[in-house]
């Protein structure tokens, strides 16, 4: 399979503790999101990377979470502090940029998180 | 306001009906327009874009844009049991995607 991976699938934690997602792109795509989406919502746009640098935070990301993509590969999303308002679904999609076309976003399953 | 809106349904069709799920927006900077399918616990996976005004045609899907207007359309022809999903309609300017909240959509045998 060589769509985008997300590990893990599902994750449960107590208020307080940290989590970190991890996510595989599709190899050879440069840009790579996240998102978060809760329920009855559509995904909510919190980062994206072109190769290893951050170029664009939403507002919604807030100092608790943290990004990564340290050799313009898979990257990771940590959460410190967990609040039960965290709890949602954390979609991974990477993407392709080319100068003056659409770059399409090609999606992860995703990593449900429960905070208890 | 948000900046994209989506009537969330449910929406519930026969078989065999025409379906017509649609968004406005406020932020005349967007210029691509996509329409995604999202089953239950998947990922959102791309049907249709857009590029500016005009309507796209792709099989059983059409994907209307009205930029005068900030409204955009999908329309599924002869509805399958099979498209039973959320649709989401999503626009971008650039390099982040902002989503509306996704209609549910069941197609009834």
């Known amino acids: 399979d060589t769509g985008v991976s997300q590990d893990p699938r599902h994750k449960i934690t107590k208020r307080g503790q940290n989590v970190t997602f991890r996510c595989d792109p599709i190899s050879e795509h440069n840009r790579l999101y996240w998102y978060r989406q809760t329920l009855g919502q559509g995904p909510e746009f919190l980062t994206y990377?072109?190769?290893?640098?951050?170029?664009?935070k939403s507002r919604l990301l807030s100092d608790r979470f943290s990004a990564e993509r340290p050799k313009g590969s898979f990257s990771t999303l940590e959460i410190q502090r967990t609040e039960q308002g965290d709890s949602a679904m954390y979609l991974c999609?990477?993407?392709?940029?080319?100068?003056?076309?659409?770059?399409?976003?090609?999606f992860g399953p995703g990593t449900r998180l429960t905070v208890l | 306001q948000k900046e994209v809106e989506q009537d969330p349904g449910p929406l519930s069709v026969p078989e065999g009906a025409i379906v017509s799920l649609n968004c406005t927006y406020s932020n005349s900077a967007f210029q691509y327009f996509m329409w995604y399918r999202q089953y239950s616990r998947k990922g959102p996976e791309l049907l249709m874009y857009t590029y500016s005004s005009g309507n796209k045609e792709d099989g059983r899907f059409t994907a209307q844009v009205d930029k005068s207007s900030k409204y955009i359309s999908l329309f599924i022809r002869d509805s399958q049991p099979s498209d039973s999903a959320t649709y989401l309609c999503?626009?971008?300017?650039?390099?982040?995607?902002?989503f509306g909240a996704g209609t549910r959509l069941t197609v009834k045998p």
């Open positions: 999503a626009m971008s300017r650039s390099n982040d995607m902002r």
């Open positions: 990377f072109q190769n290893e640098a951050q170029l664009e």
């Open positions: 999609a990477s993407s392709l940029s080319t100068s003056g076309h659409y770059n399409e976003q090609f």
